[in-house]
């Protein structure tokens, strides 16, 4: 079955720099990678996503880049707030399957 | 457009006991999936529901089991309860897998056995 490795569990970034988290993923199968934050007793919330057919997609200060060949992706945070620190998932299915596999989390904390 | 809710948010239960959790999707939404999120083994898929059906299915015990309302409303039951099923347990809805990637997530249920 699919594995997504995700590095690094622990990121600490001062306010208005830029953060990178990366995932790698096992199934070639695998067409659509989303990515979530979690806040503090809150259930994940969709942030960005990509597809296989697409390199890189933006949404104001994120930015996902998806490297098929190496079958790997980032999410890329740019000029990060105090309000961006919270746990992040990346993960892996393909279309038609609802099973999501989830890399380990990311602790991103932003230092005022 | 409400989002994803779970009932309860918080429980507490004794071993050997069951439970049932719920969800109610996304209005328009048809597919609801189930997953458990512990310290230890993070984010894992136990199962999604379809139009009534279960259609995929993650390794867990058959202790664990789920069904669909018509509405397509969602519960979850699991039984004889172990102290390692405590854990949140989060459920998420697509509208039309067929059509649509995304998952929305619920706030999750945090189930705790003693």
């Known amino acids: 079955g699919e594995n997504v490795e995700q590095h690094p569990s622990t990121l600490s970034v001062q306010e208005g720099d830029s953060a990178v988290i990366k995932c790698t993923y096992s199934d070639s199968a695998s067409n659509y990678f989303p990515w979530y934050k979690q806040e503090l007793g809150k259930g994940p919330q969709l942030i960005i996503d990509?597809?296989?057919?697409?390199g890189e997609k933006k949404d104001q200060r994120i930015a996902v880049t998806l490297n098929k060949t190496a079958k790997h992706f980032s999410l890329h945070i740019t000029e990060t707030q105090p309000e961006d620190s919270a746990v992040y998932f990346c993960a892996a299915s393909w279309f038609g399957n609802e099973k999501l596999t989830f890399g380990t989390g990311t602790r991103l904390t932003i230092i005022p | 457009k409400a989002g994803v809710t779970q009932t309860p948010r918080y429980l507490i239960k004794t071993r050997g006991q069951q439970v049932t959790l719920s969800c109610s999707p996304i209005?328009?939404?048809?597919?609801v999936s189930w997953y458990q999120q512990t310290p230890g083994q993070g984010l894992q898929f136990l199962f999604e529901y379809f139009s009534e059906t279960q259609r995929n299915k993650g390794n867990f015990p058959g202790r664990f089991s789920g069904r669909q309302f018509s509405n397509s409303r969602s519960e979850m039951n699991v039984s004889t309860l172990e102290l390692g099923d405590s854990a949140l347990y989060l459920c998420a809805s697509t509208w039309d897998p067929a059509v649509s990637y995304e998952q929305y997530f619920g706030p999750g249920t945090r189930l705790t056995v003693t």
């Open positions: 990509i597809r296989s057919n697409v």
């Open positions: 209005s328009g939404h048809r597919s």
